[in-house]
C-alpha cells in the first residue's frame, strides 16, 4: 500500500463572527468533522459551492491556520509540530491570483529564489543556479527572470508562482483555483504544466477548483462538500459517470451550465446558498434536495461505504 502524503484525521475548523448592536455573535462551522487520505503521487480534488469550506481546508493543510479540532499529518508529520521552514520544505500553495500573490516591486528571479533564501544554507550563485533551472522547468524563457510581475502576462505570472513554489523541491502542493484567474485558452497550458510536474516531480496534490470539468481533467480522486463537510467521495471516473449524492449529481449537472468565469455554479438548486452560520438540522443537504424522504430531516446520515468511494445519503445504501 502506498503511504499517505496527506491525512486529514476528523477535522474541524470553526470562526467566531462578531456581531453587533442587536446582532448576536455567529459560530462559523467552515470544516466540519473531515477526513480523508491522498496517497503519495495522488490528486484529490475538492469541489463544492462557494462557502463550503474548500479555502478553510487549504489553510488548515498548508498549516496558515490551525484546526479546533482533528489533526492534519503531511508525510507521516503532524503539520501543528512543524515550524514553518520544515514545513516550506514539505508543502506549498498555488493560489488563485498570481497577482495578488506576487510582489509586484520584486523581479522574478527574486521571488523565485526567496524561499531559498529563507532556508539558509545556500550561496547567491546557487540560489542563481536553482531558480534559473525552475524557470527553465516551468516553461519560462530565461530573460523572464529580470521581469516584474507587472511586465508578464497572466499565464506567465502563474507560472513563476508555480516555479516559486517548486523551488525548494516539495512533496505536497496545494493548489487553490490555480486556474481560475486565467483566460480559457491559458487555463489548459497551466493544467498541463500542472500535471506534467506532478508526473516528473513525483508531487501529491490537494486540488481546489468550484470547475469540475478542470477536476475531473486532473484529479485522480474527488471530494465532494458542501457546508463543511465531505459528502461523498470517490475515483475521479467513478464519481463522473456513477455520482451518488443527489448534491453530487446537480453539481455535475452544472457543468453543462455556461459559466466559466469565477463565482456560484448554477447547481439548478436555487440561487441563496446555504448559510454555514446556520447549518439544518437532519441532513444539511435536506432543504435543497430534491428526493429528500422525511428521515432526512431528522437524522444526519451517517457515512456509507461503497466499492467505489464514501457518500452520506440516507438514499443511499451499500
Ligand atoms: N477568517 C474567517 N473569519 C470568519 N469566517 C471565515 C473566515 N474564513 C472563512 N470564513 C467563512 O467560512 C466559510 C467557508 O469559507 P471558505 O473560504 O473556506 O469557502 P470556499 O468554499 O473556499 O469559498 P470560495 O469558493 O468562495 O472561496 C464561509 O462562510 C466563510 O465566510
Redesign the pocket.
Known amino acids: 500500500m502506498t503511504a499517505a502524503a496527506i491525512e486529514a484525521r476528523s477535522v474541524r ?1 470553526t ?3 462578531r456581531g453587533g448592536m442587536l446582532v448576536p455573535d455567529r459560530n ?4 466540519d468533522d473531515v477526513s480523508f487520505e491522498v496517497p503519495a503521487g495522488g490528486v484529490l480534488g475538492v469541489v ?12 488548515l493543510i498548508l498549516g496558515l ?1 490551525p484546526p479546533t479540532a482533528g489533526e492534519i499529518v503531511v508525510d507521516g508529520q503532524r503539520v501543528a509540530d512543524m515550524d514553518r521552514r520544515a514545513r516550506a520544505r514539505l508543502i506549498q500553495p498555488v493560489f ?1 491570483d498570481p497577482f495578488a500573490s506576487l510582489n509586484p516591486r520584486r523581479r522574478v528571479r527574486d521571488i523565485v529564489g526567496l524561499p531559498l533564501a529563507a532556508q539558509g544554507g545556500l550561496s547567491r550563485r546557487e540560489i542563481a543556479s536553482q531558480v534559473e533551472a525552475m524557470l527553465e522547468r516551468v516553461g519560462l524563457a530565461r530573460d523572464m527572470a529580470d521581469r516584474l510581475p507587472t511586465q508578464l502576462s497572466g499565464g506567465q505570472r502563474q507560472r513563476v508562482a508555480i516555479a516559486r513554489a517548486l523551488v525548494l523541491r516539495p512533496r505536497i502542493v496545494v493548489c ?2 490555480p486556474t481560475s484567474a486565467l483566460d480559457v485558452s491559458v487555463q489548459a497550458q497551466i493544467l498541463n504544466l500542472l500535471a506534467e510536474l506532478r508526473r516528473d516531480l513525483n508531487l501529491t496534490y490537494l486540488f ?1 477548483s ?1 470547475n469540475l470539468a478542470v477536476v475531473e481533467h486532473v484529479a485522480t480522486e474527488v471530494a465532494v ?1 458542501y457546508l ?1 463537510r465531505i459528502v461523498e467521495r470517490a475515483g475521479t471516473e467513478a464519481l463522473f459517470r456513477a455520482p451518488q449524492h443527489p448534491y453530487t449529481r446537480a453539481l455535475l449537472a452544472s457543468v453543462l451550465t455556461p459559466e466559466p468565469g ?3 455554479p448554477d447547481v439548478g438548486l436555487g440561487d441563496s446558498l446555504p ?3 446556520n447549518i439544518p438540522g437532519g441532513c444539511r443537504f435536506h432543504p435543497r434536495c430534491p428526493v429528500a424522504i422525511d428521515r432526512c430531516r431528522h437524522v444526519a446520515p451517517s457515512l456509507t461505504r461503497l466499492p467505489t468511494g464514501i457518500v452520506e445519503c440516507h438514499l443511499v445504501v451499500a
Open positions: 475548523r470562526f467566531r463572527v462559523i462551522v467552515a470544516v463544492g459551492e462557494s462557502g463550503c469550506g474548500k479555502s478553510t481546508l487549504a489553510r491556520l488563485q487553490d483555483e481546489i468550484h462538500m463543511g469565477l463565482g456560484v448559510d454555514p452560520a
